[in-house]
């Protein structure tokens, strides 16, 4: 069983940084992409940042230039989001999702999420 858990979240003032941190644990074949998404209260949730096995990166418009993926390849299936220059409408529930291969040669992949850790951006 995977069990994958969400660090870092917290109430930081506009302009402040804060750093998440994701782990995923468990019955670990490998690792395929990683990512964080977050869902504002009455939104859907949206893709925040990405990052695939070979360390390519995307990231939604909005968070370009302020926050910043990477993962622990030693660690393999740990990722981390350093969020700077942070503004109120970053505030949501963060989620981190991860894509664990099935097998060895990871044909096929099964995503899992976290529960979320909670970001507050204050004026």
């Known amino acids: 069983q995977v069990q994958v858990q969400e660090a870092g979240g917290g109430l930081v003032q506009d302009g402040g940084s804060l750093r998440l941190s994701c782990a995923a644990s468990?019955?670990?074949?490998?690792?395929?992409?990683m990512g964080w998404w977050r869902q504002a209260p009455g939104k859907q949730r949206e893709l925040v940042a990405g990052?695939?096995?070979?360390?390519?990166?995307?990231y939604a418009n909005a968070v370009k230039g302020r926050f910043t993926i990477s993962r622990d390849n030693a660690a393999k299936a740990t990722v981390y989001l350093q969020m700077d220059n942070m503004k109120p409408e970053d505030t949501a529930l963060y989620y981190c999702?991860?894509?664990?291969?099935?097998?060895?040669?990871?044909?096929?992949?099964?995503?899992?999420w976290g529960k979320g850790t909670a970001v507050t951006v204050s004026t």
């Open positions: 999702r991860v894509e664990l291969c099935d097998t060895q040669s990871c044909g096929r992949l099964t995503p899992y």
């Open positions: 468990g019955s670990i074949v490998g690792v395929n992409a």
């Open positions: 990052i695939n096995s070979v360390g390519s990166t995307n």
